[in-house]
């Protein structure tokens, strides 16, 4: 290779068109977050005063914290939902290897929610969730029980949670299912005629086959629904009341609805604490995993 | 005739077709399909006077359109004009004549919210105005969402990017736009013509800016009530109401006949009382219409809540959200999806005939009243006929409620100031505004006079403008409260405060919040952020 042994300046060189790239697209942007987030920018008011903390401080003694516990019960929730069923479907599409067709046809209904956008999910499910047309309160009204405008309950973020998790195993199954068909048959069957059940055979060779995967698929999931906005937007527009507002919604809100971007800022700002605790834990954890061999 | 004209039978197909929100297509979004497609099929040139076989016969009237320098414009219109001055006002409003100037080669930027179904017979004129001027308008469609935030950026850094500006009268874009005051001079030969001629007298100050005119109006609405008029005839349902409340089954004028004509109807849930929309802001801007409609104001002159300083003030709004919570929790005629419900929903349950009464009705939504009378509906539910909301007291006297209005306006920095005036001047023009009389209700009372006489021309029975009853009381409505109350835009109004009072009122429906905890922490928001914005100094 002509670059072994290359000096730090041409490293320097090669290293310069992402470290330009880095600096438009993401730090002037994160600056310019940062700064405004310590103003009163109001798209109204012609001039703009620097406010010190005064935003943050209002969204923390505001209803910022309520938003913020909506975002991370909504992320983990929704996130560990899609694994436990993307996980699920993977180890039945495993299981009926043998019958390719019934394999295939499964896993084409599996994969077929992922093929909708997520806003046409919910606009789907503001339907399926209706007092009228909705076939879960055309069920209940056959058996005679009362029925409920879902969404415009008090746990309205758990109806959409549940609709989010619909639509996001089928990435999850996908993933998983590739894992597992990259285990070696073989080391099931042996396992098989030493007498494993089919529990201790998932639980000590086909989780530990597939862990590093559901490492990755975890993170990547983490992050992904911490930016949750389409789907919760077109099914409650964080209502009722602000029930199921979250801080990608108060965003939408400051910003379009209040006109006030120097409070948008600040809870973009305050966005990012999550996603970069959650990158820290991953190396953190990942060193650990590298020192132990 | 113009060979670019689109029939009215076309216009009026198209608006009929599109059920889509006006303002939220997302939660309508399985209906953009039956828009676009519809869209496609309809628009096909044909003769303008073709469609007005079931109007009175017209008196056609030729209007001579002088172009300045190089040529004469001739448009035959075939309008009654002779009743535009017929006028309820104690001062005949002035027709002006809108001549249009020709400035060849100019481009303007017209910024539009997309989807507006009321303009859109509007738009499709637009090539008109270019042949008369020489001028090309560039429309800029802009999502509901990004309309005024994106004018608003642009104004503000005076970057001229739009010649002209496309909002609601009370969004703040007033300190980033030109006067019109000289333009106005010029087009009514004086300022109190034209103040004569805009239908609502709150509209003056909401449009000014230190004093002078920075916007105009080009779409006025309000809310009003629809109801079936064979439900409310029929004698089987007479005799039994009569039998039940003692009187006669008649629309109801006030909130208490409202009440027991909703009881009378309701059966739920294949049939409801009352069918409303209250999803965001419209459920706020509901309430507020009955408290304007008592004769109450948001603000005092020293822009103190009036909902917390003046007891009976404060007594109306929770007596009308009381009956609002009632009517969801209690006797149960309205459902609670409906607090999910935009235009869209309502237009497809009513439709569909399963409520007596609509209420909260917005004309803008495309093609509303000649919707609800489009014959396939007919069949179905009947004759539908429009009258101002209910009143709260118990006389059914109106006193105003809220209207809607949207203005073009000339932004700072624009670069062609004077060609924008020309595509101003035809936006207000009879000819684009008594085009889209189809879905909204013309800004000023000469052409709202034409509406009113003017009907449906699938169901002659039906005038354009819904009712004179309408009519009168938006002459004294007051401007939808987001931004404005005390005779002035208080652009802090549309920020928390107005957020936590929808909030709340979704609540206080669905039974979490009484309607005086709903109150008092709407007043005092109100309070909060008006001191920090420095209301209340000195």
């Not at chain 1, 939902?81 to 599996?110: N, P």
């Not at chain 2, 009569?242 to 004509?261: A, I, N, S």
Request: proline share 6%.
């Amino acid at each position: 290779m002509i670059l072994v042994g290359s000096s730090k300046k041409t490293l320097l060189f090669l290293e310069l068109p992402l470290l330009i790239y880095t600096l438009i697209f993401f730090a002037y942007p994160v600056y310019l977050l940062i700064y405004y987030s310590f103003t009163d920018f109001l798209l109204y008011k012609p001039e703009i005063k620097f406010i010190g903390f005064e935003n943050y401080i209002k969204i923390l003694t505001g209803r910022g914290t309520f938003y913020y516990m909506n975002q991370i019960i909504y992320t983990v929730v929704v996130t560990f939902g899609s694994l436990a069923l993307g996980m699920g479907f993977a180890l039945l599409v495993d299981y009926f290897k043998r019958h390719r067709i019934f394999q295939r046809v499964l896993s084409a209904l599996i994969m077929m929610p992922m093929l909708l956008i997520p806003a046409a999910v919910g606009v789907t499910w503001v339907f399926m969730y209706s007092e009228y047309y909705g076939p879960f309160n055309f069920v209940l009204r056959l058996l005679g029980l009362p029925t409920k405008p879902w969404l415009y309950t008090t746990s309205s973020l758990w109806y959409v949670m549940l609709t989010d998790i619909w639509g996001w195993s089928p990435f999850v199954y996908i993933i998983l299912l590739a894992a597992l068909q990259q285990i070696d048959p073989s080391i099931l069957e042996a396992a098989e005629i030493d007498g494993a059940t089919g529990f201790r055979r998932f639980l000590y060779i086909t989780l530990p086959s597939i862990l590093p995967l559901i490492g990755i698929v975890t993170t990547i999931k983490l992050i992904d629904t911490y930016k949750e906005f389409d789907c919760l937007y077109t099914m409650t527009q964080g209502g009722p009341g602000d029930y199921s507002t979250n801080l990608n919604v108060a965003i939408y809100r400051s910003f379009y609805k209040h006109r006030d971007f120097g409070t948008a800022c600040a809870y973009g700002v305050l966005t990012l604490i999550f996603p970069i605790l959650i990158v820290i834990i991953y190396h953190i954890i990942s060193k650990r995993m590298e020192m132990r061999g | 005739m113009n060979k670019k004209e689109p029939s009215r039978d076309s216009i009026y197909s198209e608006v009929l077709k599109k059920k889509i929100s006006r303002r939220d297509a997302l939660s309508t979004g399985a209906k953009i399909g039956i828009g676009t497609v519809v869209g496609i099929v309809v628009g096909t040139v044909a003769g303008y006077l073709g469609g007005r076989a079931t109007l009175p016969p017209p008196e056609t009237v030729t209007k001579t359109m002088t172009v300045e320098k190089t040529k004469t414009t001739t448009l035959t219109e075939t309008t009654t004009v002779t009743s535009t001055v017929a006028t309820t006002a104690s001062a005949t409003p002035v027709v002006p004549s809108y001549k249009l100037e020709r400035f060849e080669g100019v481009e303007l930027r017209v910024p539009h919210p997309s989807g507006w179904g009321s303009w859109e017979p509007g738009l499709k004129l637009v090539p008109e105005f270019e042949e008369a001027t020489g001028i090309k308008v560039k429309l800029d469609m802009l999502s509901w969402d990004d309309n005024t935030p994106k004018q608003l950026l642009e104004a503000r850094q005076m970057t001229g990017v739009y010649d002209v500006s496309t909002v609601n009268v009370t969004e703040p874009l007033h300190p980033y736009l030109r006067p019109l005051t000289h333009y106005i001079e010029e087009l009514y030969g004086s300022i109190e013509a034209f103040e004569n001629d805009i239908l609502s007298m709150n509209l003056q100050r909401a449009a000014m800016w230190e004093g002078e005119y920075v916007m105009i109006p080009m779409h006025a609405n309000t809310v009003f009530m629809i109801y079936r008029k064979e439900l409310f005839e029929d004698p089987e349902n007479q005799k039994k109401f009569e039998r039940e409340y003692g009187r006669e089954l008649t629309p109801p004028k006030t909130f208490d006949e409202l009440h027991e004509v909703a009881s009378f109807f309701n059966n739920p849930p294949e049939f409801w009382g009352i069918a409303t929309m209250n999803h965001r802001w419209i459920i706020n801007t509901n309430v507020i219409h009955t408290l304007y409609d008592e004769g109450y104001d948001l603000l005092d002159k020293d822009f103190r809540p009036i909902i917390k300083y003046n007891d009976k003030a404060r007594e109306t709004l929770i007596n009308i959200i009381k009956w609002w919570q009632d009517a969801y929790q209690k006797y149960k005629y309205v459902s609670a999806e409906t607090l999910k419900w935009l235009d869209g929903e309502l237009f497809d349950f009513f439709s569909a005939g399963r409520a007596a009464i609509a209420l909260y009705v917005w004309d803008d939504f495309w093609g509303t009243i000649p919707g609800y009378n489009d014959p396939d509906v007919r069949a179905k539910i009947g004759r539908v006929a429009a009258l101002p909301i209910p009143s709260l007291n118990p006389h059914g006297v109106h006193k105003g409620g809220i209207a809607s209005w949207w203005t073009h306006g000339i932004p700072k920095g624009a670069k062609n100031p004077d060609a924008a005036w020309q595509y101003i001047k035809w936006a207000i023009s009879d000819r684009v505004q008594l085009t889209c009389a189809t879905g909204q209700f013309p800004p000023y009372k000469h052409q709202a006079e034409i509406a009113l006489k003017r009907t449906i021309p699938h169901a002659p029975d039906t005038p354009l403008f819904p009712s004179r009853e309408i009519f009168e009381s938006m002459k004294n409505a007051k401007i939808d409260i987001y931004n404005y109350a005390a005779g002035k835009t208080v652009p802090e109004l549309q920020m928390e405060p107005t957020t936590l009072f929808r909030e709340s009122l979704e609540l206080c429906y669905l039974g979490k919040m009484t309607p005086e905890e709903v109150v008092d922490k709407f007043a005092d928001a109100i309070e909060k952020k008006l001191e920090e914005a420095g209301y209340y100094k000195g």
